[in-house]
């Protein structure tokens, strides 16, 4: 049985930072690229970040390129995304996911196991 299950998130003041976690087991993870998406209330699910299967491409939405940071431990299954110069339009419930394959495809690429997320908040 795969399990996702995101880590990590917590209430920031702006200008801070905040370090997520990701980890999954039941699979494995070296096949499959992955990617972080987040939803804030009463807007779409936005995906905002990719990583393929031995972290040698990775995408950022233009909201977040240049603050956050994706990375991955193929050995540990683990997932993780630094976030830094947080603002409150980053509040959002996080989560990960695991795509059907093992790299990013942009918009093509589809996310078969997810995790349950996990809530960031960000204070002005």
């Known amino acids: 049985q795969v399990q996702v299950v995101e880590s990590g998130g917590g209430l920031v003041q702006a200008g801070g930072s905040l370090r997520l976690s990701c980890t999954a087991s039941?699979?494995?993870?070296?096949?499959?690229?992955m990617g972080w998406f987040r939803q804030a209330p009463g807007k779409e699910r936005e995906e905002f970040s990719c990583?393929?299967?031995?972290?040698?491409?990775?995408y950022y939405a233009d909201s977040v390129k240049g603050r956050f940071t994706i990375s991955r431990d193929n050995p540990k299954n683990t997932l993780y995304l630094q976030m830094n110069s947080l603002k409150p339009e980053d509040t959002a419930m996080y989560y990960c996911?695991?795509?059907?394959?093992?790299?990013?495809?942009?918009?093509?690429?589809?996310?078969?196991?997810w995790g349950q997320g996990t809530q960031v908040t960000v204070s002005s």
């Open positions: 996911a695991a795509a059907r394959g093992r790299y990013c495809l942009g918009p093509s690429t589809g996310f078969g196991y």
């Open positions: 039941g699979l494995t993870f070296d096949d499959y690229a």
């Open positions: 990583i393929n299967w031995n972290g040698g491409s990775r």
